[in-house]
């Protein structure tokens, strides 16, 4: 029986044979021709990547994942389209080293992949960039406080971060936000996926998140960073507000005046023209303005844009400059004490914030040193920098400085003296906090009459100017009469 068996699976071995060996070169043929394909897609990307990128080996790493160059951090830029969970397609592009993370990235984030491609460099991408990604201080305090709130409901940080990718729904934002997933799925710290996109968040943050990491108090530190950016977003609020009204003002009238002067006034020049009379002093001038204004209004335009840019251009880059019109606002009145307010409150603020995370004072001012935006401030820091190195005490480089007031730095001394200087920074912020808001309510209810005033002014020298030469003309006239 068990020969009969054997010689039975024998012959149908022997007659299956055909087949099993059809099918193992069929199976041999879709490999080949999978194996070619894909040989296919690498050259034809290689072809369509080394227009964008310096070599055709850094061309071939964006493929393969493989970097040819000792940094292994260097990152690539690849154009995707997905489908999302709802099958709403999704056109973005992502930072990686080759195609193959895209991919997987894009399909562990609950993606379909459709597409992903390098991203080729030229004047239509530059157009195409997305606009927005800067992170203002309201929007950072509100990622912060949900942030903190995933974190303490139980939620992981990269599964937290993900939500706040998913809820976003600009471009530029949500590549953040899926750039710091990027980063945290691979094992990076949270303080080192925020500090590799690049100039997006604040130096100050991101210090403050990598102290949290070592504490392991990460929640905490979010919610107190998220109430420090809601008092810079609260005090630039009032700041816009103070200053939108004259503004709009300011604007109206200088287009009042301008109306006037090229469309009003010059109907009334012919008609003084023909009656031979003369004018008095300030309807001639009135009437050269129009004339100049009228003749070379492209002109006017062009060097009040010219100076603007000019302007901001050389305040942004030019640190002289920059720190001389600091230094002339700073000591403007009214306007000088709101700058000053809000400096001091501002960097007294932050030096509390890294004081109460247990931050070296050496290490707060060169935190401090990039955090400030003013040049005056700045030279005081690193004077403090200089003083502390030396064995001196902080309150030294504040003594007497036209920039602090006194009563900012007797709470430092008495801050220093008592190892409370935390605590007596906070009161300090506080403090000019207040002062800085009764400020900018005073100028804000001195600035609207000011400019309603100015506007009656501009408006009513000109209407002056032309009603003078009609009562003389009709006074003419009745003598004659």
């Known amino acids: 029986m068990n020969i009969f068996i054997k010689v039975y699976h024998i012959v149908k071995d022997i007659i299956l044979f055909p087949k ?35 070599n055709i080996e850094q061309a071939q790493a964006m493929i393969d994942g493989t970097d040819t160059k000792e ?16 099958g709403k397609i999704v056109k973005s592009s992502f930072d990686a080293k080759s195609i193959s993370e895209v991919e997987n990235f894009l399909k562990n984030e609950g993606y379909e992949v459709v597409k992903v491609e390098p991203k080729k460099d030229n004047f239509l991408s530059a157009l195409s960039k997305p606009i927005g990604g800067k992170i203002k201080s309201g929007e950072i305090s509100f990622m912060l406080t949900q942030l903190s709130t995933y974190l303490k409901a139980g939620i992981p940080l990269v599964d937290s971060v993900r939500i706040l990718a998913k809820q976003e729904e600009r471009p ?17 710290k949270l303080s080192t996926a925020l500090e590799n996109q690049k100039d997006t968040f604040p130096r100050l943050l991101i210090n403050m998140v990598k102290t949290s990491e070592l504490t392991g108090d990460l929640p905490s530190t979010l919610d107190e960073m998220s109430e420090y950016y809601t008092e810079i977003y609260q005090t630039k609020r009032q700041m816009i507000s103070a200053l939108t009204y ?13 109306f006037c002067l090229v469309w009003v006034v010059p109907s009334f020049v012919k008609m003084y023209a023909e009656t031979e009379s003369s004018l008095p002093a300030i309807t001639v001038f009135t009437m050269n303005m ?18 603007i ?26 306007i000088g004490k709101i700058i000053i307010y809000s400096e001091v409150s501002m960097f007294t603020r932050t030096f509390a914030q890294l004081l109460n995370h247990s931050v070296q004072i050496t290490d707060s001012m060169a935190v401090l040193s990039k955090v400030s935006t ?66 900018i309510s005073t100028v804000k209810s001195l600035l609207e009459p000011a400019t309603i005033i100015l506007l009656a002014f501009g408006v009513g020298f000109i209407l002056l100017s032309i009603v003078i030469p009609m009562f003389d003309i009709y006074g003419a006239v009745g003598s004659i009469g």
């Open 374 to 439: 003013n040049e005056i401030y700045k030279e005081i820091i690193g004077d403090t920098l200089e003083t502390l190195s030396k064995g001196g005490k902080i309150s030294e480089s504040f003594h007497g400085h036209w920039a602090f007031p006194v009563v900012a730095y007797e709470m430092l001394v008495t801050g220093e003296s008592t190892g409370k200087l935390g605590e007596m920074m906070e009161k300090v912020a506080e403090h000019y906090s207040n002062l800085h808001k009764n400020a």
């Open 71 to 86: 940094d292994k951090s260097n990152l690539f830029t690849f154009n995707y389209v997905a489908k999302d969970e709802r």
């Open 309 to 334: 840019i000019g302007f901001i251009t050389a305040y942004q880059n030019i640190k002289g400059f920059r720190r001389t019109v600091q230094r002339i606002a700073m000591k403007t009145p009214v």
């Open 172 to 188: 530029a934002k949500k590549q953040i936000y899926e750039k710091i997933v990027y980063d945290l799925v691979a094992g990076e």
């Open 290 to 307: 129009s004339s100049f204004f009228s003749h070379h209004y492209i002109t006017v335009i062009a060097v009040i844009a010219i100076i």
């Open 20 to 54: 099993t060996i059809a099918r193992e070169l069929e199976k041999k043929r879709i490999k080949d021709e999978i194996r070619k394909e894909k040989e296919a897609r690498q050259e034809r990307l290689l072809r369509e990547t080394v227009g964008s990128v310096s």
């Open 246 to 258: 004259p503004i709009v003002v300011l604007v109206v009238a200088f287009a009042v005046i301008i």
